[in-house]
């Protein structure tokens, strides 16, 4: 697996920062501009933006009014940031795999109608590109393909925070105005989101009850209307995630699992399958067999942890790591094997 060089790393870690530390306006994304309008005499400020074949314009205020004006300015400094970032990105690019538009556009709207504030977590394939930087090697494009987004979050926080995105489906169809809820034998609230061309948005939750609870949606206040299917293993994944960004427009921070977490669960519910779902079977081994041989040159010990900790989990999961790895290539295996011996040895 070829590595990446460091300026190029440390260029990643960068903008991960600078898109931490930015904060757009709901209303005045960075995608336009401000601009004076005279009228009768006085000037007013409207947001202008250029899209779908066409301009729009959003009355903001007039110029005299300080406060307006005041924010318009700080809106300018952001701008600038935001093409700083944009620059950034357009290096990485080269070199690292960015999103298709659609789901880069999907996933810069649930930031900023505060998914990750809200501390949910971005899951699946589309996580498993914010990889590729953060570990510093090149991930084949092959193993990224995907129709489809899936974002996570557990009950008890969703419950907690006392706060909520915008209704989901609104947030959506600023992307794409086809997205429709797909209808569940819950209610009216839904769990996934469809595109009228099949591209797919679906919200996760863990399930650590029965399963009994299996194919039953759980209420989430924090989503904006929208319920999640539990799913198991899950709380494994999405315990203590890290900050990545994706590499659209001008980066994207998200969270996203524990690459070492990634791939333990990969392996596991590569096993998990139904019989005839072969292709995702065989994508399941392949992300966790990239991630195991990058982690295993340089975080070898997380690697160990995290194996550790899903086989002393119960012995399901055990059984499950056990039959997954049988599936795996030789080195693979002893890369993990010597990555468990890493963590025991220090523990």
């Not at 392949?286 to 550790?308: F, M, T």
Request: glycine residues 8%.
């Amino acid at each position: 697996m070829e590595t990446i060089n460091l300026a190029l790393q440390t260029m990643f870690a960068e903008l991960i920062e600078r898109c931490l530390d930015a904060g757009f306006d709901q209303d005045f994304d960075e995608q336009g501009q401000f601009v004076k309008v005279t009228s009768r005499g006085r000037q007013y400020w409207y947001f202008q933006k250029y899209g779908g074949g066409g301009r729009t314009r959003k009355y903001v205020g007039p110029v005299a009014e300080r406060e307006i004006t005041d924010r318009v300015e700080k809106f300018q400094q952001l701008k600038n940031a935001y093409r700083e970032r944009r620059q950034i990105v357009r290096s990485l690019i080269s070199v690292l795999p960015r999103p298709d538009d659609l789901t880069g556009d999907i996933v810069q709207a649930l930031w900023k109608a505060g998914f990750f504030r809200l501390r949910g977590v971005l899951i699946g394939t589309t996580a498993f590109q914010a990889y590729s930087g953060l570990l510093g090697v090149k991930l084949p494009s092959t193993s990224l393909i995907t129709q489809d987004a899936d974002f996570a979050q557990f009950k008890a926080i969703s419950d907690a925070v006392d706060d909520s995105m915008p209704p989901i489906l609104d947030v959506l169809q600023t992307v794409d105005k086809s997205f429709a809820p797909v209808p569940n034998l819950d209610g009216p609230a839904s769990t996934i989101f469809v595109t009228s061309g099949g591209y797919r948005v679906e919200f996760l939750t863990p399930n650590r009850s029965s399963d009994n609870y299996q194919g039953k949606t759980v209420p989430m206040p924090a989503l904006g209307g929208a319920r999640a299917q539990p799913i198991r293993f899950l709380d494994f994944l999405i315990k203590d995630p890290v900050w990545s960004v994706i590499l659209h427009r001008g980066g994207i921070p998200v969270r996203v699992p524990d690459p070492s977490r990634f791939a333990i669960h990969k392996l596991i519910i590569s096993t998990r399958r139904a019989d005839h779902a072969f292709a995702k079977t065989d994508k399941d081994i392949h992300q966790a067999r990239l991630l195991i041989e990058a982690l295993s040159k340089h975080r070898a010990y997380d690697l160990g942890e995290a194996l550790v900790i899903a086989e002393e989990t119960g012995p399901k999961w055990a059984k499950s790591i056990t039959q997954a790895m049988t599936g795996l290539d030789e080195d693979t295996r002893t890369r993990l094997e010597a990555a468990r011996s890493a963590f025991r040895n220090e523990n």
